[in-house]
Nanobody, 125 residues
Framework: QVQLVESGGGLVQAGGSLRLSCAAS????????MAWFRQAPGKEREFVAA????????FYADSVKGRFTISRDNAKNMLYLQMDSLKPEDTAVYYC??????????????????WGQGTQVTVSA
């Protein structure tokens, strides 16, 4: 399995930006579909964005479409989430997740076998 470590979280004012990073180690990174999920206090973990293993095919939750951008650098085994125009409702712990092989675009957490420890993002009004 791949090991994942997130970084880049913090406190930002509404309208600001943050860039999250996820460092992957272990098996071949380019063979994994990668995703970002988030979990706010008292709420279930929800899908944010994902990218297929091959090609620049990405998926986004409606709530972040146009504001967040997922990207990956297979040469560096890195996944990123650029978050712009942040809102207080974006406040959550953000998790990086990995799925080996084919990915259909499903937003179900059960599709992803490997998870990082999470990084806190807090957006103040």
């Amino acid at each position: 399995q791949v090991q994942l470590v997130e970084s880049g979280g913090g406190l930002v004012q509404a309208g600001g930006s943050l860039r999250l990073s996820c460092a992957a180690s272990g098996r071949t990174f380019m063979g994994y579909a990668m995703a970002w999920f988030r979990q706010a206090p008292g709420k279930e973990r929800e899908f944010v964005a994902a990218t297929k293993a091959i090609g620049d095919i990405t998926f986004y939750a409606d709530s972040v479409k146009g504001r967040f951008t997922i990207s990956r650098d297979n040469a560096k085994n890195m996944l990123y989430l650029q978050m712009d125009s942040l809102k207080p409702e974006d406040t959550a712990v953000y998790y990086c997740a990995a799925k080996w092989g084919f990915y259909s675009g499903s937003t179900d957490t059960d599709n992803f076998a490997s998870w990082g420890q999470g990084t806190q993002v807090t957006v103040s009004a």
